[in-house]
């Protein structure tokens, strides 16, 4: 799917929109831009969701990585041992996840993607 | 007890992660603030921390079965500040309540279409 050597002007366009998008996202509700990476990628590229989800989180390295720079750098509000200690469940969560996700088919995963939306947009309205 | 509740969400958030493939930060911020009682601005902080983190994992994991378009990827996460900048702007110029319910009828639309999209019949 990507492995064409150029990358094509059309498809740039299109990664830098998602981009824009999830950083607006991120600068406007502090959501990480996953919410709006994994849709996108599907209804724009036909990723399949697995190739989506996979991708998201390779982004969401680079965006979170500016973000906590910026914060811990600038700011100095990043609490650098709750979150290192707090991070052990959070991977062990991940690792289980990903695993998981290879054993379930992929529209399950556009299932569960679907009700967390709802549940953002039910903590957002009320 | 509190740290109890931080594991078992830090550890939900992270499930997340790798489920469907976003930060977890909405699972991260309440266990860091509301647990741990850090501040609202030092929970979404120090969440940016576990999200790289654990995004780190998870895209490990996800290039080990093959999910992970490393250019695209690389090209969504060098643009996405441009969008933080415009995204603080409108959040200056613009009522939080509106933002809110505009997000919200967004991501409720986006779900609409994954779930139409799911339910039609593919391959799978």
């Known amino acids: ?126 | 007890m509190d740290e109890v509740f931080a594991i078992l969400i830090a550890l939900a958030g992270g499930m997340a992660g790798g489920l469907v493939g976003v930060g977890g930060g909405v699972l991260f911020v309440p266990a860091l603030t509301i647990c741990l009682g850090l501040s609202q601005v030092e929970g979404e902080s120090t969440s940016l921390l576990m999200i790289v983190i654990v995004a780190l994992v998870g895209t490990y994991r996800q290039r080990a079965y093959g999910n992970v378009d490393l250019r695209d990827a690389a090209v969504i996460g060098v643009l996405s500040p441009l969008g933080v900048l415009i995204g603080v702007a409108v959040a200056n110029e613009v009522s939080q309540r509106a933002l809110e319910l505009s997000f919200a009828a967004l991501v409720l639309f986006i779900a609409y279409g994954l779930v139409r999209r799911a339910l039609a019949p593919r391959g799978d």
Do not use: C
């Not at chain 1, 390779?58 to 650098?80: D, P, S």
């Open chain 1, 1 to 126: 799917m990507a492995s064409d050597p150029a990358l094509p002007s059309n498809r740039l366009l299109k990664l830098a929109v998602i981009g824009t998008l999830a950083g607006i996202f991120s600068g406007l509700f502090g959501v990480g831009g996953g919410t709006v990476i994994v849709p996108l990628l599907i209804f724009w590229f036909a990723y399949g969701e697995r190739l989506a989800t996979g991708t998201s989180l390779a982004a969401i390295v680079i965006i979170g990585l500016l973000g906590a720079l910026a914060q811990g750098g600038i700011y100095g509000n990043v609490h650098l041992l709750t979150g290192l200690w707090l991070s052990i469940p959070a991977v062990v969560g991940v690792v289980a996840g990903t695993a998981i996700q290879q054993r379930i088919p992929q529209r399950a995963i556009s299932l569960l993607f679907a009700a967390l939306l709802v549940a953002i947009a039910i903590e957002l309205i009320f």
